[in-house]
C-alpha cells in the first residue's frame, strides 16, 4: 500500500508517495540520505535511533523524542521531524560544544541521539533540572565513555541555559537566538499549519497502529505488505473527568498519561512509577490502546488499569460495547476484540478519600526492563476494614490477571500480617506462571508474594507487622 506522505524533515517540506509503514528511520537514511540517524538494536532500547517530532498542539508547537527505528512515517504526517543535520550548521550547537569539551563522545555512534534527546528537553521544559535531564537522555546507551562526561556535560548545558532565563511563551525564539537551535525553528509551525495532517486510507479492513512500539519490534517486515492505518487520524488523545470517572482515550501516549494533571492530582504518587515504564522515547510514542490491545501478560499499564475495575469502550461501524478490562483477555494473547472493533476508550471510577493506590515492579534492570513480575492494588477502607480491593499482577499467567478471588476474600476483613499471609495463600492458587528468561516458576510465585506485603507495607505501615511478614 502507498499513499501521499507530507511532513517537513529538518528544514525540507516531504512530499511523497511512499508505504505508510515504512519506518522513519530507513527513509530518513535511505531515501534521504541522511546517515547521523544510526541503525542499532531496532527495537527502541539503544536509542541511536532517536529523532525530535514536533506537532502542532493547542496551538502551540511541541517537540518531543521519538524513535525513528519503531515509527513509521504514516505517523509523521503533518509533523516536523529533526535530525541531527538538522540541529547542525557551520559550527557546533551549545550543546554539541559541551559535548565536546567534556569528552562525552568517543566513536561517536550513539551521540547523535543524545544530543536529539537532550535538544528536545531543553526546548520543551521551562525549569531545568538534572535529574530531569537524565531522565530525558535514559533512553540512549554508549558502549564507550561510562556516562560520567556525558553526564557532565549535561549538567553545563542546564547551568547555561538556566542563567538565560528563557521565557516560556518565546522559547523556541530564544533557543534560536543563542544558537541551540538553527533560524528555521522559527518558520516551523507556520508550515505545519499548511501541512495535510492526515492519510486517506480507503480500505476499511487496514490494520490500526497506534504509537507501533511492540508491533514494529514484532511484525516490521510484515506490516509493509500490508493496508494500516493510524489511531492519531481519529483525535482519540483526551484524559478528561465526568461524573467522578476518569476517561482516558486510547490514543493518549505513556508520557500524556503520566504527565496528566488529572493523574497527578488523584494519584500523586502514579507518575514518578510510570517512569519505570520503557525509556521516554517509547513513553512518547505507546498509547494506552495499543498497550490493552496488545495483551502482553507483563504490560505495566495493563495491570495498572485492571486494579482500578476499568471498563473499556469498543467500537464498530455496528456501534459501541462497554465491557470489564478483566474479561477482555481471554487466553495468551487471545482477546474479545473482533476484526471490526477497536478499543476506543478506558474508563475508570476516581479515587475516593479512602482509597488507596499502589504500583510495584521488579525487572532485571530497575529501569528500562520490562517485567519480571508486577502488581497493582486499588484499595477502600473504612476503620481498618476493607470495603474494596482490586489486586492485579503480570508475569504470573498467560494473561494480565485480575486476581479475583484473593480480592473477594480480603473484602470486609480488617488489615493486619495474619489476613495478609492468608491471602497470599489464595493469591498462589490463581496464579499459573512459567519458568522463562524473567525466572522460573518458583522465584515467580516468590516475587507475587513479596509485592502483594510491598503493597500494604506502603499504604498501611501502621497496620501491618513487617516482622510478621517475613
Do not use: W
Not at 121 to 133: G, P, Q, R, S
Not at 393 to 398: A, E, K, R
Amino acid at each position: 500500500m502507498e499513499l501521499k506522505i507530507e511532513f517537513i524533515l529538518n528544514n525540507k517540506i516531504i512530499s511523497v508517495v511512499d508505504n505508510p509503514a515504512k519506518t522513519l528511520l530507513d527513509y530518513i537514511r535511505d531515501n534521504e540520505g541522511l546517515k547521523g540517524t544510526k541503525e542499532g538494536c531496532r527495537e527502541g532500547d539503544c536509542g541511536a535511533c532517536t529523532v525530535l517530532l514536533g506537532e502542532v498542539i493547542n496551538n502551540k508547537l511541541k517537540y518531543k523524542s521519538v524513535n525513528s527505528c519503531l515509527y513509521p512515517i504514516g505517523n509523521a504526517v503533518g509533523k516536523h521531524i529533526v535530525t541531527i543535520e538538522g540541529l547542525s550548521s557551520k559550527s557546533l550547537t551549545p550543546i554539541q560544544e559541551e559535548f565536546n569539551n567534556e569528552g562525552a563522545t568517543q566513536c561517536g555512534f550513539c551521540t547523535p541521539g543524545f544530543i536529539n534527546s537532550l535538544t528536545g528537553y531543553v526546548i520543551e521544559n521551562n525549569e531545568l533540572k538534572t535529574d530531569d535531564a537524565k531522565s530525558a537522555i535514559a533512553g540512549n546507551i554508549c558502549r564507550c565513555t561510562g556516562y560520567a562526561s556525558i553526564k557532565r556535560a549535561s549538567e553545563n548545558v542546564i547551568a547555561k541555559i538556566n542563567d538565560l532565563n528563557i521565557s516560556g511563551s518565546e522559547r523556541i525564539k530564544s533557543l534560536v537566538e543563542e544558537k541551540f537551535l538553527p533560524k528555521y525553528f522559527l518558520e516551523i509551525e507556520e508550515k505545519l499549519l499548511r501541512l495535510k495532517t492526515s492519510l486517506k486510507v480507503k480500505d476499511n479492513k487496514s490494520t490500526l497502529v497506534g504509537g507501533g512500539t511492540d508491533l514494529f519490534v514484532q511484525n516490521a517486515n510484515a506490516l509493509l505488505s500490508q493496508n494500516i492505518s493510524f489511531i492519531k487520524k481519529l483525535n482519540l488523545s483526551e484524559i478528561e473527568t465526568r461524573d467522578n470517572y476518569c476517561h482516558v482515550d486510547a490514543g493518549v501516549t505513556i508520557e500524556q498519561f503520566k504527565n496528566s494533571e488529572i493523574i497527578s492530582e488523584h494519584f500523586p504518587n502514579l507518575p514518578s512509577q510510570l517512569n519505570l515504564f520503557a525509556s521516554q522515547p517509547i513513553r512518547n510514542s505507546a498509547t494506552i490502546g495499543g498497550n490493552i490491545v496488545n495483551a502482553s501478560p507483563i504490560g505495566d499499564s495493563t495491570i495498572i488499569f485492571l486494579a482500578l475495575n476499568s471498563d473499556i469502550i469498543i467500537n464498530s461501524k455496528n456501534g459501541k460495547r462497554k465491557i470489564k478490562l478483566n474479561n477482555f483477555y481471554n487466553s495468551y494473547k487471545e482477546i474479545d476484540l473482533l476484526e471490526n472493533e477497536m478499543v476506543e476508550k478506558i474508563i475508570f471510577e476516581l479515587p475516593t478519600t479512602s482509597t488507596k493506590f499502589n504500583f510495584e515492579k521488579v525487572s532485571k534492570r530497575t529501569h528500562l526492563d520490562i517485567a519480571s513480575v508486577n502488581s497493582a492494588i486499588s484499595i477502600s477502607t473504612e476503620d481498618e476494614i476493607i470495603t474494596n480491593i482490586f489486586i492485579s499482577s503480570g508475569g504470573i499467567s498467560p494473561i494480565p490477571l485480575y486476581l479475583k478471588k484473593t480480592s473477594q476474600f480480603l473484602i470486609n476483613k480488617k488489615i493486619d500480617s495474619q489476613i495478609i499471609l492468608e491471602a497470599l495463600n489464595i493469591a498462589q492458587s490463581e496464579i499459573s506462571p512459567i519458568s522463562d528468561i524473567r525466572g522460573n516458576v518458583e522465584y515467580k510465585r516468590l516475587l507475587l508474594n513479596q509485592l502483594i506485603k510491598a503493597h500494604f507495607i506502603k499504604l498501611f505501615p501502621k497496620q501491618i507487622d513487617v516482622e510478621a511478614l517475613l
